[in-house]
């Protein structure tokens, strides 16, 4: 039989366990709370870098759409494919 100094020592053994492993999942948590929020940062950063270089590309595009345009006014295509030049 188990007296009660031995049941009290195993809960007062339980209890300091349970609250070393609460202690680690708060650390945990709190580890776990920062990566979320790295990643989160990092990927919001590259779809703002992502939409930067896709409107650079567009307005580059663009351009050089104008530029052409410009520069197309002396070369004509007939209707059967062939290039005429003024």
């Not at 049941?7 to 609460?22: H, N, P, Y």
Request: net charge negative; proline share 0%.
């Amino acid at each position: 039989m188990t007296t009660s100094s031995n049941i009290e020592e195993q809960v007062a053994s339980f209890t300091k366990t349970l609250e070393g492993l609460a202690k680690y999942i708060e650390s945990q948590d709190a580890k776990i709370s920062m990566i979320i929020e790295k990643v989160a940062t990092d990927i919001e950063g590259k779809s703002r870098t992502e939409a930067s270089l896709k409107a650079s590309v567009i307005h580059e595009v663009l351009e050089s759409s104008k530029r052409n345009k410009s520069n197309d006014s002396s070369i004509q295509i007939s209707a059967d494919g062939v290039i005429l030049m003024n």
